[in-house]
C-alpha cells in the first residue's frame, strides 16, 4: 500500500478524522476527511464523533480543536507548525492592554493561541469578523487583535472605530504591489481577489475581498477566464479542482522564491509521512490546560453561535 491507502486505513481503525487547513500541501487536502478555511474547520472539531482528531495546519487550530473537545486525543503531524501571526500576539502583553481598556469588548482573530483566546469576549475569522463586530452594539468601544490588516479591513467594512493589535502575517504581507500591478498588466482580463490579512494597498486592487472559503466560492459563482489569487498558494490546489477550466495565477510575493508565490512555511512543516507518522503513534498531542480551557471556549462558543 501507498502512504494514502495506509492512512485511510489507519484512519479507519483507530475511529479518527483528518482535518486539513486550505494551504496544506495538496496530497494532504487528497487524505482529509473535510477540507477548509478557520471557521469550518472549527465547526467540523466541534460537530465530530471521531475519538482522535488529526489536525493537518497548524498550532492554534489544534489548540482550538482540543478546546472543543477536552476528552479527545487531538494530535498535530508537527508540533512546530506555529503561526506568525499568532505569535505577533504575546498573551502577557496583550492582558496589559485588554487590563488598560475594561470597557472595551474583545475581539480576537482565530489565529492566535489559546492564552490569548482565554482573555477574550469573541473570538472570530476572517469569514465571519465583519458579522461578529457589527454583533457589538455602536457604542461599546472593541479591542481587534492580533491582525491589524484584518482590523482595518472591517473598520473600513462597518465604519466601526477600534483599538488595533500591531500584529500581521508574514505569508499576506509578503505581496509585492509592484509586482501584481506588472502581473495585471501581462494579464489584464484576470481579475484580482485577496484575503483580508493582506495589506491595505493589495486589497484596494482587488475586486473581491475575503476568506478562503469565501474566494474559493466567489470564483465558483462569478466565472471569469482568470484569476490572481493573493492569499497564502496552497489554496489553489483546492479552488483548480472547483473551476477547472479558469486559470489561476498566485500573486507574486516580494522575495524571489521557489514558486514567486506567498508560502507558510509553517503550514508545509506538515507531509504525509509526518500524518502517518503521527496517526500511528498518537503523538504529538496537544494539550490545553483546564483553566485555559474553560476560559477559553466560552469565546469559542460564542463565535459559533454566531455563526450558525
Excluded at 478557520?38 to 465547526?43: F, R, T
Excluded at 483548480?240 to 512555511?265: H, K, R
Aim: with cysteine; glycine share 4%.
Amino acid at each position: 500500500m501507498n502512504l494514502h491507502q495506509e492512512i485511510t486505513q489507519l484512519k479507519k481503525q483507530k475511529n479518527a478524522v483528518i482535518l486539513a487547513h486550505y494551504y496544506q500541501v495538496p496530497e494532504i487536502q487528497e487524505v482529509a476527511d473535510y477540507v477548509g478555511d478557520s471557521l469550518g474547520l472549527a465547526q467540523k472539531a466541534a460537530e465530530t464523533n471521531a475519538e482522535i482528531i488529526v489536525f493537518a495546519g497548524v498550532h492554534f487550530m489544534a489548540e482550538t480543536a482540543k478546546i472543543l473537545n477536552p476528552n479527545k486525543k487531538v494530535l498535530l503531524p508537527d508540533l512546530m507548525a506555529g503561526c506568525s501571526l499568532a505569535d505577533s500576539c504575546p498573551p502577557e502583553a496583550f492582558k496589559k492592554l485588554v487590563d488598560a481598556h475594561p470597557n472595551h469588548v474583545v475581539i480576537t482573530y482565530v489565529n492566535c493561541s489559546a492564552e490569548v483566546k482565554a482573555l477574550s469576549d469573541i473570538i472570530c475569522t476572517s469569514s465571519n469578523a465583519e458579522k461578529i463586530v457589527n454583533s457589538v452594539p455602536k457604542d461599546v468601544p472593541i479591542i481587534f487583535a492580533p491582525d491589524k490588516n484584518l482590523g482595518k479591513y472591517i473598520q473600513k467594512q462597518t465604519g466601526r472605530e477600534m483599538l488595533l493589535w500591531d500584529g500581521a502575517c508574514i505569508v499576506h504581507e509578503a505581496f509585492s504591489l509592484d509586482k501584481l500591478l506588472k502581473l495585471h498588466q501581462e494579464h489584464p482580463e484576470a481579475k484580482i481577489i485577496a484575503h483580508p490579512e493582506s495589506e491595505s494597498h493589495i486589497l484596494q486592487t482587488a475586486s473581491y475581498v475575503g476568506s478562503t472559503a469565501g474566494m474559493i466560492k466567489h470564483v465558483k459563482t462569478n466565472p471569469a477566464k482568470s484569476y490572481i489569487v493573493a492569499t497564502e498558494a496552497g489554496i489553489l490546489h483546492k479552488m483548480q479542482q472547483e473551476v477547472p477550466q479558469t486559470t489561476l495565477i498566485p500573486a507574486p510575493a516580494e522575495e524571489d522564491n521557489t514558486c514567486a508565490c506567498s508560502e507558510c512555511a509553517f503550514m508545509k512543516m506538515n507531509t504525509l509521512q509526518k500524518l502517518y507518522d503521527c496517526l500511528a503513534t498518537e503523538t504529538p498531542k496537544i494539550e490545553v490546560s483546564k483553566t485555559i480551557r474553560e476560559k477559553a471556549i466560552l469565546p469559542i462558543e460564542h463565535m459559533l453561535e454566531l455563526s450558525k
